[in-house]
């Protein structure tokens, strides 16, 4: 289960919302205790896809690693990575499993016309064939 | 020692412990012993051949291994190692994202330009992977879409709703007479097809609108504007600005073009050229005025030719210069162009922000105090008035070329242009009904004689082409 909290939560629509019609992405922070893991911090991260941005997005990994390194800083834990579907749903495309890595949460926001539609969270496999959902619980205000 | 940091995820595998301290004198050895110690976690980051996962970078403090040593990069002792996936993603699915290769059929079909140093294979798979929007599928689009396709662009999406007509042929290149009444999308597909099978086309059968420009517009990389009306170039320059798109401009009337290129980089935009749409009726259609039918040919290609060198990213565009071309001294001529830093769109401080009603914007939207409906005649009340035996007269007005193609009998015939200096040709009193091609100028017709104090006077909505529809289809349409 991935809890977003408030804040956050507000960062990562906003970031969403700013950057349509691109996709955006990021990191998100938090702390694990078992399968429940509570993102306390949203770190936007720039999409470096040299292309049409519009459907896709790629994270510099140097990036990544300033993102972990920032979170241990903090005493916090990269938890998740965080990306949008411009007018698209929320689900986990064949080119999001291709690229995906099994040690996080991967939280996908649609954003339709500019605004937030909905979101979902999941977990891919090590041999990036399948990602199963996960439960997403997200503070809206 | 040397530390690797774990990742989250992994630390179930390290019994909970953010960094593990090894010793080895490379990053090799220091990965083995990692994962000798904790064998859980190896398969977390090597495949079954052993080799490191496709996602899996790793870093030594703060530089990727793979432009060190690799797996040999040497270890002093106090490094930090660090696991850093590779993660990326999108709306698409792979298959449009696939790594780009040329078909042996492909090299052979683009080898002349592969053969160029400024194309060569490279350039010619950005060509593949090329999206251009061409909005018009007319006499610009036309020589657009055929170079494009044989060029080699992976994508091409064309807007159009027209069919094509016996008056397009003469310049419009991609439909032939065996395509009369098709519509416009369907007989240009077939033909880029035809040049190129690899080329994919997507038709969008609507006019383009403040409603689905940026919708049709974000999925590609360059517009080329092949309009043939302000409210759509308008449209069209300020989806491209709000897209970040280059916009390929193009327009030709009677013997002359202009060609540029519009949103490009920090280059100025149509607006920042025209600020405001000219008065409507000021300057007249290529239906209303004619063109040379080779003329969009020149200037289609010269809009193609900036598409190329814009994908490729090669030569000096047209960007910040307008191309002018008379075909009747056969000179071209080049203008400055400046971006405007008070342009309403792309400006410091845009007052355009999303897109707006543009028929409005360029004066087309008829207002509330247009003649009522019943100060206007069609086709049928015409002959009606005809049949009655009706005092009246008909005037046409008309350029007289116009009227040697076809005329409506029993008309006079007072060109628009003529008409304030002839204004004493006709009784101020009379029944008159104006005419033209299709209504648009015979309506500025009425209106001026209107504020002349002429009484009785109508519009024929349709103009002739609604007489040989409706009334009489031996009148030729043109």
Known sequence: MLEIETHPWQAIVLHAERTYPKECCGAMLGHAQGSKKVVTEAVPLANSFLGEQGTRYELRPEDLLAADKAARARGLDLIGIFHSHPDCDAYFSETDLKNSCPWYSFVVVSIKNGAFDHANSFLPDADQTRAEREELICQKS | ????????????????????????????????????????????????????????????????????????????????????????????????????????????????????????????????????????????????????????????????????????????????????????????????????????????????????????????????????????????????????????????FRFEGQATVFAYEDGPCYRCLYPEPPPPGLVPSCAEGGVLGILPGLIGVVQATETVKIILGIGETLKNRLLLYNALDMRFRELRLRKDRNCPVCGQHPTVKKLIDYQEFCGLRPTAQKPAADAAVDALQLKEKFDRGDDFVLLDVREPYEYQIARIPGSILIPLGDLPKNLQQLDPDADIVAHCKSGVRSQKAVDLLKQNGFTSVRNMTGGILAWSDKVDPTVPKY
Do not use: W
């Open chain 2, 1 to 252: 020692m040397p530390k690797i940091l774990i990742p989250t995820a992994l630390r179930q595998f390290t019994a909970q412990k953010d960094s593990v301290e090894v010793s080895g004198a490379t990053v090799g050895d220091a990965l083995t012993q990692l994962t000798s110690q904790y064998p859980e976690i190896k398969k977390n980051l090597f495949n079954d051949q052993g080799k490191l996962r496709s996602f899996v970078n790793v870093y030594v403090n703060d530089e990727d291994i793979r432009y060190l040593d690799k797996d040999s990069t040497a270890l002093k002792g106090d490094e930090t190692i660090s696991i850093v996936p590779s993660i990326a993603g999108g709306a698409t699915t792979l298959a449009s994202a696939e790594p780009a290769t040329l078909t042996n059929e492909e090299a052979a079909r683009y080898s002349r330009h592969i053969m160029l140093p400024e194309v060569g294979v490279e350039g010619q798979l950005k060509l593949k992977q090329a999206k251009v929007a061409l909005i018009g599928a007319g006499g610009l689009g036309a020589p657009v879409g055929l170079y494009l396709a044989a060029a080699g662009v992976g994508r091409i999406g064309m807007v159009d709703f027209d069919v094509v007509d016996a008056s397009n042929l003469q310049r419009q290149v991609i439909h032939g007479t065996k395509d009369l009444g098709r519509k416009k999308l369907d007989s240009a597909a077939d033909r880029i097809r035809d040049i190129n099978p690899n080329v994919r086309v997507d038709k969008f059968e609507t006019g383009l609108t403040s409603e689905n420009a940026l919708e049709i517009l974000k999925d590609y990389d360059v517009v080329v504007d092949g309009t043939d009306n302000f409210p759509t170039r308008y449209l069209v320059n300020d989806a491209c600005v709000l897209l970040k798109k280059p916009n390929v401009y193009g327009s030709i």
